[in-house]
């Protein structure tokens, strides 16, 4: 095995259609006009010397190293930043230009220090390379005089010396190793788009500076790892190279935190992690990363995880370490056992978001042909089930309808109920680049999130609705588009069927929507509303983009189907630049969906009571299906708490965290005698688990996952699973535990069973992956190389389809005693329940979860930064510190989930989407006062934990 090669053109790639050719050394090649005579060279194989290019950021010119000769012209222009021309006669190799070359080479290296064998970057440093590269073998200015290298000079303090910068906990910055190139600058300011980064001081004491002379950790840096990536010496370097050295050999993977599913080159030494480099090829993340992809995978080998199986009689005993053998034998023992005494529905299953498309099938296979029942469920439905429903309902297909480059041909976007900076990082950063390139942003969010104003972006409308009003805002909307004629008639007539659009325009059009009718319960002024619609319709490419803050409300579906109305209005569909895309929350959203998660439906979102559907599965299960719809995760709680469900196995799941109203999972978790959890931690749901399977890390597996954007992408083990197995080994040994002749051997051969009975996934396989990269379904005889750009020439369901979105106020309200609403979202340090996260230096950000409240309100309830406060709803309360910011309105707060002794969701109430059952997260009625200490649930809870996690023949940890 060896390192996975990448060239570096340089200079990015010209998108051009017209074709230049040139001569370059002798050799005529031919490249898009507006390419970079070093990017020409580059491809024909001719490696100009360079430093401060590479091709993640746009020429710049300042390193004087890439000069070149070329005939007719007079001087020695910079290759980098000197595009081509037809008839061009270039020279990349004089004796003019080695001697400058060597010249230019001499100043670098007399102010850097010549540490090379001790240093952290030998073997992978640019500086080197170009020195041996322009023949250097001496350097004639010596190493004496002012300088950046030593910390006293002639024997005094060198003013212009600083020490290294340690302050961020994955990577040191070294200033005595800089030589002022401006790559990592760039990056910042081109690739991730946050401006962190300057140089401050003119000529010799030019240097690098997080923001106005700060440590990186108190900048405005994210940690997204770009800038180290650029760096071509040691001064920006991660402290996992400096601790463990240079990597040997990498494999390409895919991330196994939200559902951009950026593509990483994991590079090792044996069996070790050295480092995650984002890989260029990747075409969700086109090489760039969040902190959290980039380095915060140090969970992988954490301390808390479990690697031995364990059982318990009752959730009250300690846990005593089995064999798998034994676990195995249990599982299917109780399982067999409550099924004969309760019935066979008695038993069901939840398949993890986080867990490859494969293990995700042998689930749902697992409880569909194994337990006989369709009580299979996932937590995708409690964030994105409204997005299959409603897109289902309108386009016919349920999932987004464009790849992530499309966003680059954007002209106005809509962001409704998603924060991207925080929830989808890489994503949003592309998002900015396009932005800062003009494109216009409109914002629909309770909050101020950092779209709506950073750094050279600055939204055209922020529409700050009240939570819950999401329907009403968007057919308002619709209503200005439609009652002043903006809509696209050519496409609705061709694409659409015109007499349901007149049915929903006479709908729409209707006074009691305009947004001077809603501005009273909405909270958006009218004319900022009118001014958002307008710029929509004639904007050029519209494209929306929506999360949880769409999803996670008894109207999720509604809103969603509002969104697709407004697409399809407009003409905003079929076409790169367009869509309606979903950002999926978790790696593998998408694809758990895909696998048949859902208690109505089948892989492929076929449903459970068609005949013909269920005979494809029948005939190669050798069982015969129930046709009847079984139980959803509320369904199975309520179930249990009434006596009649039993048994539960729980693949990488948290769901005493993540769902709502935690009092009521608590109970129907506890009314259990068998709880199968299978993940890498004790998490919150194993506190009442009977059996725990040990997990397996994304770095230990082979498969797949499924992003937002529909892209299947590789998942290759690159370690050992240290606890053994793979997660799609375990359950499969647990299905012949339970009787059923299985018998895989490896991933692909269960991604070939996928292949062979869903239609969307019927060419996918690992050899097609293996050539291609990735693909997006529908991948089949009619899209053999995926599907990009959804419904180009037509709908999948033939004709779009306009519905009715009635606005239906939500059950639960403000009032005297809960007057404030809460909405939940979360932080970029921080993944989901932050199993993984927490346990890695990203706490270094966001130890806590913390209540953001409006200075207004903290005001009235003698709050202020930092005091302690309780925040209560009609389900429950719990404690934590108020943050007071203007980001929220008043009468709204806000706070995050990621950290278990907030128990966030302890407040959260059981209503949910009409349609899908999907929880309403983000409307909760609540009461803020101040707190002398953490709530009854909290002490319960935090005791429960405690005695949960004893393990038999294993010391607690002294207090």
Same mark, same amino acid.
């Not at 073998?137 to 910068?165: C, F, I, L, Q």
């Not at 992809?293 to 992988?300: E, H, I, L, T, V």
């Given at each position: 095995m060896s390192l996975v090669p990448e060239i570096d053109y340089g200079t990015p790639a010209s998108r051009a259609e017209k074709m230049v050719t040139l001569t370059i050394d002798g050799n005529e090649i031919t490249v898009p006009e507006g390419t970079s005579i070093m990017r020409a060279s580059m491809e024909a194989g001719i490696q100009v010397p360079k430093l401060c290019a590479t091709d993640m950021v746009d020429a710049f010119g300042s390193c004087r190293l890439c000069l070149v000769e070329i005939e007719g012209r007079n001087g020695t222009p910079a290759s980098c930043t000197t595009p081509v021309a037809p008839g061009l006669v270039v020279h990349t190799q004089t004796s003019r230009l080695k001697t400058i070359r060597k010249g230019v080479m001499e100043l670098y290296i007399s102010d850097h220090p010549l540490d090379c064998l001790t240093c952290a970057a030998n073997g992978d440093c640019e500086l080197q390379?170009?020195?041996?590269?322009?023949?250097?073998?001496?350097?004639?200015?010596?190493?004496?005089?002012?300088?950046?290298?030593?910390?006293?000079?002639?024997?005094?303090?060198?003013?212009?010396?600083?020490?290294?910068?340690?302050?961020?906990?994955?990577?040191?910055?070294?200033?005595?190793?800089?030589?002022?190139?401006?790559?990592?600058?760039?990056?910042?300011?081109?690739v991730q788009g946050t401006f962190a980064l300057t140089i401050e001081g003119r000529g010799f004491d030019s240097r690098v500076s997080p923001g106005m002379h700060e440590h990186f950790i108190d900048s405005e840096c994210v940690s997204c790892g770009a800038c180290v990536q650029a760096c071509p010496t040691a001064t920006l370097t991660e402290?996992?190279?400096?601790? +463990? /050295?240079?990597?040997?050999? &990498?494999?390409? %993977?895919?991330?196994?935190?939200?559902? =951009?599913?950026?593509?990483?080159? !994991?590079?090792?030494?044996?069996?070790?992690?050295?480092?995650?480099?984002?890989?260029?090829?990747?075409?969700?993340?086109?090489?760039?990363?969040?902190?959290?992809?980039?380095?915060?995978?140090?969970?992988?080998?954490?301390?808390?995880?479990?690697?031995?199986?364990?059982?318990?009689?009752?959730?009250?005993?300690?846990?005593?370490?089995?064999?798998?053998?034994?676990?195995?034998?249990?599982?299917?023992?109780?399982?067999?056992?409550?099924?004969?005494?309760?019935?066979?529905?008695? +038993? /069901?299953?939840?398949?993890? &978001?986080?867990? %490859?498309?494969?293990?995700?099938?042998? =689930?749902?296979?697992?409880?569909? !042909?194994?337990?006989?029942?369709?009580?299979?469920?996932?937590?995708?439905?409690?964030?994105?089930?409204?997005?299959?429903?409603?897109?289902?309902?309108?386009?016919?297909?349920?999932?987004?309808?464009?790849?992530?480059?499309?966003?680059?041909?954007?002209?106005?976007?809509?962001?409704?109920?998603?924060?991207?900076?925080?929830?989808?990082?890489?994503?949003?950063?592309?998002?900015?680049?396009?932005?800062?390139?003009?494109?216009?942003?409109?914002?629909?969010?309770?909050?101020?999130?950092?779209?709506?104003?950073s750094p050279h972006i600055k939204a055209s409308h922020h529409l700050p609705l009240k939570p819950g009003t999401n329907v009403a805002v968007v057919t308002a909307l619709a209503h200005v588009i439609v009652t002043e004629g903006l809509y696209d008639e050519k496409f609705i007539r061709e694409r659409c069927d015109w007499s349901e659009f007149e049915d929903w325009a006479s709908f729409v059009a209707e006074p009691r929507h305009s947004p001077e009718a809603i501005e009273p319960f909405s909270g958006v002024p009218a004319e900022e509303l009118r001014g958002a619609a307008r710029l929509f319709a004639t904007g050029g490419n519209g494209s929306i983009y929506y999360g949880l803050g769409v999803t996670e409300h008894s109207q999720g579906s509604t809103t969603v189907m509002a969104i697709a109305n407004l697409a399809m209005a407009t003409g905003n569909i079929g076409r790169p630049g367009v869509g309606v895309n979903p950002l999926r929350g978790q790696n593998n959203v998408q694809g758990s969906c895909d696998m048949g998660s859902f208690p109505h439906e089948l892989p492929g979102y076929r449903h459970i009571s068609d005949d013909a559907t269920r005979d494809i599965f029948e005939k190669l299960w050798g069982v015969k299906l129930n046709n009847e719809p079984g139980l959803r995760i509320p369904n199975m709680l309520d179930a249990?708490?009434?006596?009649?469900?039993?048994?539960?196995?729980?693949?990488?799941?948290?769901?005493?965290?993540?769902?709502?109203?935690?009092?009521?999972?608590?109970?129907?978790?506890?009314?259990?005698?068998?709880?199968?959890?299978?993940?890498?931690?004790?998490?919150?749901?194993?506190?009442?688990?009977?059996?725990?399977?040990?997990?397996?890390?994304?770095?230990?597996?082979?498969?797949?996952?499924?992003?937002?954007?529909?892209?299947?992408?590789?998942?290759?083990?690159?370690m050992t699973p240290k606890n053994g197995y793979a997660d799609w080994e375990v359950t499969q040994n647990l299905a012949q535990a339970m009787g059923l002749n299985w018998n895989y051997t490896h991933p692909s051969e269960i991604m070939d069973e996928i292949a062979a009975t869903t239609p969307s996934f019927a060419l996918v396989s690992y050899d097609y992956l293996e050539k291609v990269g990735s693909v997006q379904w529908p991948c089949n005889e009619k899209n053999p190389q995926g599907s990009p750009i959804m419904h180009i020439n037509g709908f999948v369901r033939g004709k779009g389809k306009f519905i009715r979105t009635e606005y239906v106020a939500t059950d639960e309200k403000t009032g005297p005693r809960f007057p404030l609403l809460l909405t939940t979202g979360r932080i970029l340090s921080q993944y989901n329940v932050g199993a993984q996260t927490r346990r890695t230096e990203n706490v270094v950000w966001h130890e806590e979860d913390r209540l953001e409240i409006h200075p207004h309100d903290a005001e009235n309830r003698g709050i202020r930064d930092g005091d302690w406060v309780r925040l209560a709803s009609r389900a429950g309360e719990t404690t934590l510190r108020a943050l007071v910011t203007d980001r929220v309105a008043p009468g709204v707060v806000y706070t995050t989930f990621h950290h278990p002794t907030t128990q966030a969701n302890v407040i959260t109430t059981d209503f949910s989407d009409w349609a899908t059952n999907c929880p309403e997260y983000k409307v909760t009625a609540v009461q803020i006062s101040p707190s002398n200490g953490p709530s009854d649930w909290q002490i319960e809870y935090d005791e429960l934990a405690r005695q949960s996690r004893r393990i038999s023949g294993k010391l607690e940890a002294a207090e």
């Open positions: 390379d170009m020195a041996g590269a322009v023949g250097l073998r001496d350097v004639r200015y010596g190493y004496e005089g002012d300088n950046h290298v030593k910390v006293r000079s002639n024997g005094e303090t060198n003013a212009r010396w600083m020490p290294k910068d340690e302050s961020n906990p994955y990577f040191t910055y070294d200033p005595s190793k800089c030589i002022v190139c401006s790559r990592c600058v760039r990056a910042c300011e081109e402290k996992s190279v400096i601790a +463990i /050295g240079q990597p040997e050999h &990498s494999l390409v %993977t895919t991330c196994a935190y939200c559902g =951009v599913g950026c593509s990483f080159k !994991a590079e090792m030494r044996g069996e070790e992690l050295v480092r995650m480099v984002p890989w260029k090829d990747g075409q969700a993340n086109r090489g760039h990363s969040c902190v959290k992809g980039r380095f915060a995978y140090g969970y992988s080998t954490h301390r808390d995880r479990i690697l031995n199986p364990m059982v318990r009689e009752k959730i009250s005993d300690p846990w005593r370490e089995v064999t798998w053998e034994e676990a195995y034998a249990h599982v299917a023992a109780e399982f067999r056992r409550i099924q004969y005494q309760y019935g066979r529905d008695s +038993i /069901g299953g939840i398949t993890s &978001s986080r867990c %490859t498309n494969e293990e995700t099938y042998l =689930v749902q296979k697992l409880i569909r !042909a194994g337990f006989g029942n369709n009580n299979v469920d996932t937590c995708a439905r409690v964030c994105h089930s409204p997005t299959g429903y409603g897109l289902g309902q309108a386009f016919g297909t349920s999932a987004g309808t464009q790849n992530f480059d499309s966003v680059e041909h954007t002209d106005v976007v809509i962001v409704i109920g998603a924060n991207p900076t925080d929830g989808h990082p890489v994503f949003a950063s592309r998002l900015k680049k396009r932005l800062r390139q003009g494109a216009k942003l409109i914002v629909i969010d309770p909050r101020r999130t950092e779209l709506v104003s249990a708490v009434e006596g009649t469900f039993k048994g539960i196995y729980i693949q990488g799941e948290d769901i005493l965290q993540s769902d709502p109203d935690t009092k009521h999972v608590s109970a129907g978790l506890a009314a259990m005698e068998c709880v199968v959890v299978q993940d890498l931690f004790l998490n919150e749901t194993a506190n009442y688990a009977h059996v725990f399977l040990p997990g397996s890390t994304f770095l230990e597996k082979d498969g797949t996952f499924t992003n937002a954007e529909r892209r299947i992408n590789r998942v290759r083990r690159v």
